[in-house]
């Protein structure tokens, strides 16, 4: 699936967080590794993104809603305010169902290793232990033991309650300062429908367990 083209309208729907909801903007540039959009407004005022937020872009191909995850990269605060998204994997880019990007905190278990990590003699690749502290149908928030740069590829093994997803994933962000645990933002590159099915339903089951005791 293609790009939106510029000038084309399209809208940032931001998933969670206090301006959570869709804005209306258009294309306004695209480059080898970002894509810039005129800054959506909320009636006369910018709508406050800032650097390391996650959005989703939407808009209309052949009467399809489609779209795709990123990430700002910058405020461009020249003549015309603009965002500076990162721009998507082909791949990446799908017919959209909102619900795949409901973002739940969790306490999860993962295990990670470097995609197109050799196997060692016996056929088996070393995973090595994480954690997920927040999940959506199309990315992730982990915990490593290691630091990696945005840009890297990851195959994670994730363990729901009741199975296990394998995923492709594509480190977009470092979430928290050099103090603390290193803490991924991570994009689902590569992952099964039917997986992330069943991380949906998982998230929509979780949170309805935590309706009815009250914590949400």
Known sequence: MRLPTINQRV?????????????????EAVDASTIRVAHPMFGS?????MPGDEVVVEY??????????????QRANDATPGLILTRPEPSTIRSLQLRDFVRLDVSLPIEYVLSGTHREEGGKVQLKPGRLIDL???GAQ??????????????????????LI?????????????????RLG??????????REQIVKYIFAEQRRRRKKGLV
């Open 142 to 163: 982990i915990v490593t033991e290691e630091e990696f740069p945005v840009g890297t590829r990851l195959d994670l093994v994730i363990h729901l309650p009741k199975q």
């Open 45 to 49: 005022a910018l709508v406050p993104l």
């Open 11 to 27: 809208t940032i729907f931001i998933p969670q967080g206090p301006w959570k909801g869709r804005y209306s903007t258009y294309m």
């Open 186 to 195: 991570v994009r689902f590159s590569a992952i099964e429908e039917r997986d």
């Open 166 to 182: 394998p995923a492709e994933a594509e480190v977009v962000r470092r979430a928290t300062d050099s103090e603390g645990p290193v």
């Open 136 to 138: 959506s149908g199309g």
């Open 60 to 73: 209309l191909e052949g009467g399809d809603r489609i779209g795709f995850e990123a990430t700002v990269v």
